[in-house]
T-cell receptor, first 116, second 115 residues
């Protein structure tokens, strides 16, 4: 069965600090997809990034970067020089291509608070 | 392009009443998902459709909940009769093709309060 664990329930940092959000997943499929979503205080869920299981290349988008490591079943998200606007709940999600294809399993989310 | 549109944004009603939540997916998206989010249980998948056909409704809490997708541009989630424990934020999401890992795009949600 697929599972996503975000062990950090809450993280609090001061503006301009770097912060890493951890995501560990479990799956038996060889083909799967990983996602990060952001839920700001306004409540909507916003898609940030997708990775497939065959692409372990890390990605950087501005202050955001993602580190995908199949050896440790992790897909971590780093925010560099955090800003108050980064305060949100961040969800990691997993979607398999096999038996459970089509639906995503979400982690419980990490609440990030960036203080000025 | 317009995103996923949900209505109403807020709904307050008394227990026992019928509640209908509505969703218009992004045009061209073949799959539609209904989620419920609460503090206690987090984000739960209730049901999802592919090409208007329900694929997995194992997350629907009980018979009081029903969902339909009569066409590619509209879906409803009904609760009848409603109970206070149904209070939550209900999200609708759509995806172009989740089977190939296309992401889900979420609506703004409906905040439901059952008194």
């Amino acid at each position: 069965a697929q599972k996503v664990t975000q062990a950090q329930t809450e993280i609090s940092v001061v503006e301009k600090e770097d912060v890493t959000l951890d995501c560990v997943y479990e799956t038996r499929d060889t083909t799967y997809y990983l996602f990060w979503y952001k839920q700001p205080p306004s409540g909507e869920l916003v898609f940030l990034i997708r990775r497939n299981s065959f692409d372990e290349q890390n990605e950087i988008s501005g202050r955001y970067s993602w580190n995908f490591q199949k050896s440790t079943s992790s897909f971590n998200f780093t925010i560099t020089a955090s800003q108050v606007v980064d305060s949100a709940v961040y969800f990691c999600a997993l979607s398999e291509a096999g038996t459970n294809a089509g639906k995503s399993t979400f982690g419980d989310g990490t609440t990030l608070t960036v203080k000025p | 392009d317009a995103g996923v549109i949900q209505s109403p944004r807020h709904e307050v009603t008394e227990m026992g009443q019928e509640v209908t939540l509505r969703c218009k997916p992004i045009s061209g998206h073949n799959s539609l998902f209904w989620y419920r989010q609460t503090m206690m249980r987090g984000l739960e998948l209730l049901i999802y459709f592919n090409n208007n056909v329900p694929i997995d409704d194992s997350g629907m809490p009980e018979d009081r909940f029903s969902a339909k997708m009569p066409n590619a541009s509209f879906s409803t989630l009904k609760i009848q009769p409603s109970e206070p424990r149904d209070s939550a934020v209900y999200f609708c999401a759509s995806s172009r093709d989740p089977y190939t890992g296309q992401p889900q795009h979420f609506g703004d949600g409906t905040r439901l309060s059952i008194l």
